[in-house]
């Protein structure tokens, strides 16, 4: 299974970013999909996850602000990002698991990460 993420990038505070996550070698909604990220010098951090069924969780940081979603035509995931902030700056990454946690240890796979810069 390989993911690969697009759409990071820099944007003002305030402003809005989707990132994407295609999935190859596997359907999408066969897996735990979430989205983590890290900044330098702090621990990769869980953002949101959808279940194979399409249940969705969020981290507290970003509840209300972000949203996750599938389209399984296109199997891609997706992070909508809105209300950016300087603290939302790190490196984004999507990963496929097969268990609904937000542990980010129980994720097998990984994309290669998108850099999102969020500027005053």
């Known amino acids: 299974v390989q993911l690969v993420e697009t759409g990071g990038g820099l944007v003002q505070a305030g402003g809005s970013r989707r990132l994407s996550c295609v999935v190859s070698g596997g359907t999408v909604s066969g897996f735990v999909m979430g989205w983590f990220r890290q900044a330098p010098g702090k621990e990769r951090e869980f953002l949101a996850l959808i279940s194979t069924l399409g249940n969705m969780i969020y981290a507290d940081s970003v509840k209300g602000r972000f949203t996750i979603s599938r389209d399984d035509a296109k199997n891609t995931v997706y992070l909508q990002m809105k209300m950016l902030k300087l603290e939302d700056t790190a490196v984004y990454y999507c990963?496929?698991?097969?268990?609904?946690?937000?542990?980010?240890?129980?994720?097998?796979?990984w994309g290669q990460g998108t850099q999102v810069t969020v500027s005053s």
């Open positions: 990963a496929a698991g097969s268990r609904f946690t937000s542990a980010a240890t129980d994720y097998k796979n």
